[in-house]
């Protein structure tokens, strides 16, 4: 075949980047130039800059309208009775994938929306038969549950829910938003009977003096805002606040337990709503 001979060692290719030289063999066969750890050879060869050499243009991918998956042209009805049949973690990924997805699966004040999350959260939560807690969605309440990370300094990996604070966090982020019951009084001067009302979480602890004993830590944030309830009662009407403080107090300790003992029974079952 008819190669030709070249007998210059480089020639010059034109490339969108400026002038680059190209190495080529005796038999005038076209080679990429290597790869060199020092710029300094291939600047000096190519008399450019070395940054220009490792530059390219992106690839921009268009947009193809027509190519969009069928699922997207979907009609509503369709689309949403479908969604009756996924996990919680279906649902969370696919509120994610696009803006017609989350229009779906994010309002917090839409019955459908709403109904989608509960019907999920029944049908495949063992570990989620209460209702919500207050002033949290469906969405919010299946997502602190199924998905994973720190909800404070987003730390991957991490499961574990505080029911007490509704928060999924590490131990670092828990010691830094929380306070230990003794030292509320000493350090916060907050008097204890603001207390009464506000969820714990109860930690096991070892001191070389006192062996090991258990503490409770609160809420900052629920105590400051305990405090500020108290405060704006009047002194006449303290000593019924607290005792109402003290009944809610049982009460809502009385959720939390039950939250975390299923919680401690957390398994994932299917159930398959038809009969296959
Ligand atoms: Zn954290």
Known sequence: MGIKFIPSTYTKASSSTGIVLKKTSKKGIVRRPKKSSHPTMES???????????QRKPRIKKWRSSKQHPIVSFPPELFINILYFCDPQ?????????RQFAMYLNPSD??????????SRKGFLNNLKLEPPEGMTEKEYC?????RGCMVCGQPRIRKVYWAFKVRCCTTCLEKMTIRDYRIESEMGIPSCVLLGLPYVQQQKWAKRRGSFIVRIYSVKQVK????????????????????????????????NQRMNDDSNKRMKCIYPLDY
Do not use: F
């Open 44 to 54: 000096t060869l190519t008399n450019d800059s070395p940054k220009k050499l490792t």
């Open 90 to 98: 279906t649902l969370l990924s696919l509120s994610k994938v696009c």
């Open 110 to 119: 839409s019955s459908i929306t709403t109904k989608i999350w509960r019907d």
């Open 143 to 147: 997502q602190l549950s199924v998905a």
């Open 225 to 256: 805002d305990a405090h500020k309830e108290y405060k704006k009662v009047p002194a006449k009407e303290r000593k019924d606040w607290c005792q109402r403080m003290k009944i809610r107090g049982i009460e809502v300790m009385k959720e939390v």
